[in-house]
């Protein structure tokens, strides 16, 4: 089996380091998106009680009973609470199996912004709904947003300087997108029917927009990439580091140069009954209204995809996502 190259960067190099450095990181990043699609950040600044806070405070709304978290249930793409069974993730092109949903409830929110086209903003940018149960999640949750947003930027930088394009390019295309935030409960075994076969804490899929930044907790029951050759390989994990994952609407963009790769959570195990996971995850969109064409080579990997429009993507792949 492969060993899927998936590097750990420290992003205080691109924000203090010179043009050198920045430029080794740059390449860094265009060999591990050509392989795996993945990489592991550090230095970002986040603090570590911020996310502890954030786990506490979902957990609290895990807890409540199934008839309090209906008042908040929303569909793949809202905002609230997804339950159990509402969504089955699956490889792009190939169809879901509702009997096989994921093993997980999450609560989902997105971003508060206005771009000034209120035909965008009224579709792209609806109103979060804050369970009144836990009151603190909002503030927890706007200032761990707002600092992934700027990490989200930095990355859009590094990542247009590694294809020799000007280091605002992407940013000039991100910065009025939506993004998504779950907050994925993983529940334990304990809690669960037996998973059937081939039934997944999240099944194998590819993500849908632009950049996957994902903090997460380890266990038995975790993140495996598909590697090159096809096999499944566990995702390293470094206390303290953000998992970051391109996704295929960047991938197309970049005419297949770099991979939106295939990975999945595995079901809770056997080996570890009570194993219950929380993880942070957010989905970082391009502009709704940005038409995405593929760069020709020597930027672009070769492979011809039809323009398409950001929201248009969007919403094919939401409602192939939801049961």
Known sequence: MST???????ISVWRTGGDTRREILARQLDEAMRTSGFFLVRGHGIDPRLLADIRAEAKRFFALPAEVKQEYRTPVGGRGWIANGDEANSFYGVASDPTKADLKETLTFGREHATGNPELDS???IPN?????TPELKNLTARFTSQIFDLYLDLARILAVALGLPEDYFVRRVSDS??????NRYPAMTELDQPLDGQYRVG??????FLTILDRQPGYGGLQVQTLDGDWADAPFVPGALTVNI?????????????S???RVLPPPPEAPTEELISLIMFMEADMDQRVSPFDPPIGGGVRY???LAADYFKQRAAAATV
């Open 4 to 10: 899927p190259d998936i590097p750990l960067i420290d």
């Open 261 to 263: 790769t295939r990975h």
């Open 204 to 209: 194998p899929h590819t993500d849908w927009g």
């Open 129 to 133: 709904v804050w369970p009144t149960q």
């Open 123 to 125: 579709e792209w940018f």
């Open 306 to 308: 039809d323009p398409i």
């Open 247 to 259: 996704a295929d609407m960047l991938a197309r963009w970049t005419g297949d140069r770099w991979r």
């Open 178 to 183: 939506p993004y998504t935030f779950n907050i």
